[in-house]
């Protein structure tokens, strides 16, 4: 039997595939050591949880040899010749001398149809068994490539998300991932063997399940594991070549970013950009991983392998904000055109009324992006307005709903054509009146705001989606990061 075995309800065994040992994998990740680094504030109260795993691979004074994680995404690992190519970017790196592990994504568009598979089998479905289904992708990608780079006469072996192990919650679907002891993971590396890693998936040590990190989540493992291997950088291969002051799709004028902040990135990410998952950006954040955005799809010889000393020069650098000397106000603007928003009209203006809408959404999974609340006119009643993501529309109003006895009387509008646009800069800390100057750019184009959220680092507007492009734009240029 290779999955795991049941010796007491709070402690799984698990057999190591290999050398058929049992391993106990029940001990919380407080009793683990080490779990002090990054803990600041609440923070890890809503990221995924990792302890660095004690002493990084070994190397010697002088060496240059760095312990690298190159992660690859759907579009970079899409049929086989495209493996070939990610074979030979890793091959670069063996050849100079660095450690490395490997975390791959599924093909493009496997996910996709596997999700349609399953709601097409059952729209209610159980989710633990959405997760079996899900996480197969992954599986083929990183057993094709390590099957790729020993034909080109290197170690390797995939490791798939148990056999890390990688210990997540057990929300499947959209698991936390809250440890990664990686001991075996880090003896193979240390052997010079190259672990390919299915990214998105791992495993609810109570019960042995196969867990899915939630869609995009092969980031996230790539910097766990980065982060339980004291990796020297977490390189994200993907089809950009960096992090853009916006889409460069949109605006021919965008302009690589050569360095951005934990914090700039983790508002990028959560207004719309789709390079990194959010949840990595956390996790890089609080744990203080250096991560890269980089391309797959430069040529393998075309790059130099990774030394201690060149990290900087290619791709965009996430990294901590001292780091970055020239800090513009504003690093950059991020689109979401997947929004909706809801307006509950004339709900009761009393103490509770914001929880009783909230809670249950919350329950739900649902993420609330922006909230207004209307001034009641009348004293008594109010509108409320927020944003959710356009594909959890149906569930949200299901949720309202439902949730109607408690809330009271309302009546109930929503439309999914609106795009959130954010303007995002550590620079705004000290800089005053970036947003009164985007107000005023978006008037002089007639584009109506429907809604504005800040952050210490944030300005967001929702406006109709058929002027996002021509706000994008317009604030791209008004804070001066068009190329020349
Ligand atoms: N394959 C998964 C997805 O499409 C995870 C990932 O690619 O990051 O969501
Ligand atoms: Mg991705």
């Known amino acids: 039997m290779r999955q795991c075995m049941v010796a007491d309800p709070r402690c799984r065994l698990y057999e190591n595939p290999r050398t058929g040992h049992l391993r106990s994998a029940a001990l919380p990740y407080e009793n683990r050591g080490l779990a002090g680094r990054g803990r600041t504030g609440g923070i890890l109260a809503v990221v995924d949880t990792i302890n660095p795993a004690g002493a990084r691979v070994e190397r010697r004074a002088g060496d240059a040899m760095a312990l690298v994680v190159m992660k690859f995404g759907g579009t970079s690992v899409a049929n086989v010749e495209r493996i070939r190519n990610v074979a030979a970017h890793v091959k670069r790196e063996v050849d100079a001398g660095n450690k490395v592990a490997v975390v791959v994504s599924a093909m493009a568009g496997a996910t996709n149809q596997l999700v349609a598979w399953v709601n097409e089998a059952s729209p209610l479905h159980d989710k633990r068994e959405y997760d079996a289904v899900v996480a197969s992708g992954e599986q083929v990608t990183a057993g094709l490539t390590a099957i790729v780079l020993q034909s080109m006469g290197l170690k390797a072996r995939s490791w798939s998300g ?13 698991a936390r991932i809250l440890n990664v002891p990686g001991d075996e993971l880090r003896a193979a590396i240390e052997s010079g063997e190259v672990a390919v890693i299915t990214g998105f998936q791992g495993i609810d040590p109570e019960t042995g399940r196969v867990s899915t990190l939630g869609r995009g989540g092969s980031d996230t493992s790539a910097v766990a594991v980065a982060v339980a291997l004291n990796a020297d950088v977490c390189d ?15 605006v021919s004028k965008a302009r690589r970013l050569p360095k951005v902040s934990y914090e700039e990135m983790l508002e990028m990410a959560s207004s719309g950009s789709k390079v990194l998952q959010t949840r990595s ?20 010889d075309q790059m130099q392998a990774v030394t201690l000393d060149n990290l900087d020069t290619i791709g965009t650098t996430v990294c901590s904000e001292d780091e970055i000397v020239e800090q513009q106000v504003v690093s950059g603007i991020a689109y979401a055109k997947d929004e909706a928003k809801v307006t509950l009209l004339k709900v009761d203006d009393k103490p509770g009324i914001a929880a009783r809408i909230f809670g249950p959404l919350a329950d739900a999974s649902i993420n609330v992006d922006m909230i207004v609340q209307n001034v009641a006119a009348d004293g008594n009643a109010t509108d409320m307005t927020f944003t959710v993501q356009a594909a959890e529309l149906t569930r949200a109003l299901a949720v309202i709903e439902a949730a109607k006895k408690d809330i009271g009387h309302f009546d109930v509008k929503a439309s999914d054509g609106v795009a959130k646009i954010s303007v995002i800069g550590v620079g705004m800390r000290s800089h005053a009146g970036v947003a009164a100057r985007m107000f005023q750019a978006l008037a002089e184009k007639g584009i109506n705001i429907l809604a504005i959220s800040t952050s210490e680092i944030k300005i967001s507007v929702l406006i109709d989606a058929a002027y996002a492009e021509l706000a994008v734009r317009t604030l791209h240029t008004l804070y001066g990061l068009d190329a020349d």
Do not use: K
Not at 162 to 174: C, F, K, R, Y
Not at 236 to 250: A, E, K, L, N
Not at 288 to 297: E, K, P, Q, W, Y
């Open 162 to 174: 148990w056999q890390v192990p990688i210990e997540t919650s057990d929300a499947h679907g959209a």
């Open 236 to 250: 994200i291969y993907t089809d950009v070549d960096g992090v853009y002051t916006t889409d460069p799709r949109i």
């Open 281 to 300: 950006v956390e996790l890089a954040m609080v744990h203080g991983m250096r991560t890269r955005v980089l391309s797959s799809f430069v040529a393998p």
